[in-house]
């Protein structure tokens, strides 16, 4: 997967250290009026599509993060610019707001997680990462109170090199480690977060697989693990990756490659039943799938094409018998929203 070599390559999958990541305090850039619910702005026309024809509907609300900022699509298919600045990553925060990172995994502190908050005109930094340790921003479930997950990667060595899952409290600012989750040549991405479960999807060496705890990092024995009983592969074409929980925790999707083909396989993870298996209709070896999104009505496919460059990210109405991929009318990478996002005026990033 291109993103876990470059969490490898940057960081060796980082760790612990005794300076922990920063809980912020308010830091924030002045707002910027613009028309509420306008449409894209001029900063993002090179990301959008060429045609002049109204984008199709989509039936859901997405985040799309690029480089020009962060994009909400609404269910008309129309978008709507929400951040104006670089962004690699972006979810809603189950309150209204947003939570979005510039970068994952870099050093420096280019990994910071900013939070613009419901009807707020400010992105605030909520956590910075020391200079020698990555931050990548995974999800947010609620436990009691409403956490964002993430893993901290820090260290350059086979000594130590680790990376380690955390979450942050949205209310009390607390930052908890939840267990170790990489080390030197070894690493969890993606992880998804559901309302109940973490899927980590672990990789060391020449095996990977997929792992699943509950939102304290305790075991879940879970039906839909597609590497059981063996608990690992062994680099193969067919094996599956990239494993996605729906956000009620209830399907899960993978990436199966058979004789070229690329399929999205989802499963009851209760069961351990397959529900569907969807060709994705991908273009070729040009175009690599990097993460799904899931939820009961949609999957969302974001990838790359050859080059790196990003794609723009195709979606899935899982309520057609063959659903065919729809392009979102904003290039870059789409996640699903879990309540709807309430930011009216763009937003400047820092």
Do not use: K
Not at 187 to 199: A, E, G, K, N, R
Not at 239 to 267: F, K, M
Request: glycine share 8%; hydrophobic share 40%.
């Amino acid at each position: 997967m291109v993103l876990l070599l470059i969490a490898l390559t940057v960081a060796a999958c980082g760790g612990e250290s005794t300076s922990p990541t920063t809980a912020a305090p308010v830091m924030s850039s002045p707002s910027v009026s613009t028309t509420a619910g306008g449409a894209t702005t001029t900063a993002a026309a090179a990301t959008t599509s060429s045609t002049d024809a109204p984008p199709p509907p989509v039936g859901a609300e997405l985040l799309v993060a690029n480089p020009d900022g962060v994009f909400r699509i609404n269910p008309d298919g129309t978008a709507d610019q929400l951040i104006a600045g670089p962004a690699a990553f972006a979810i809603d925060d189950l309150d209204g707001g947003v939570l979005f990172q510039q970068e994952q995994f870099a050093r420096d502190r280019a990994s910071v997680v900013y939070r613009v908050r419901r009807g707020s005109g400010e992105a605030a930094a909520m956590l910075i990462p020391q200079m020698s340790q990555g931050l990548v921003l995974a999800g947010v479930a609620r436990d009691g109170d409403t956490y964002a997950y993430y893993t901290r990667n820090e260290g350059s060595t086979p000594d130590d090199a680790r990376e380690t899952l955390r979450r942050y409290n949205l209310t009390s600012r607390e930052v908890s480690e939840l267990e170790v989750t990489g080390g030197w040549e070894a690493s969890s991405f993606p992880v998804s977060v559901s309302s109940s479960l973490i899927l980590l999807n672990w990789s060391a060496e020449a095996s990977h697989g997929m792992r699943f705890i509950d939102l304290q990092a305790n075991e879940a024995a879970v039906a839909a693990d597609p590497d059981e009983p063996e608990g690992s592969f062994t680099d193969c074409g067919i094996c599956p990756s990239l494993g996605e929980l729906s956000a009620d925790g209830e399907q899960l999707v993978y990436l199966e490659t058979v004789d070229g083909v690329h399929y999205a396989v989802i499963r009851h993870v209760a069961s351990g039943a397959e529900i569907r298996r969807i060709d994705l209709n991908l273009p070729g070896d040009d175009w690599r799938v990097v993460s799904f999104d899931l939820s009961a009505q949609h999957l969302v496919v974001n990838g790359v094409e050859q080059d790196e460059e990003l794609d723009g990210a195709r979606i899935y109405n899982l309520s057609m018998v063959d659903p065919q991929p729809l392009y979102l009318s904003i290039v870059g990478t789409a996640y699903l929203t879990r309540s709807p996002v309430d930011i009216e005026a763009v937003v400047p990033a820092p």
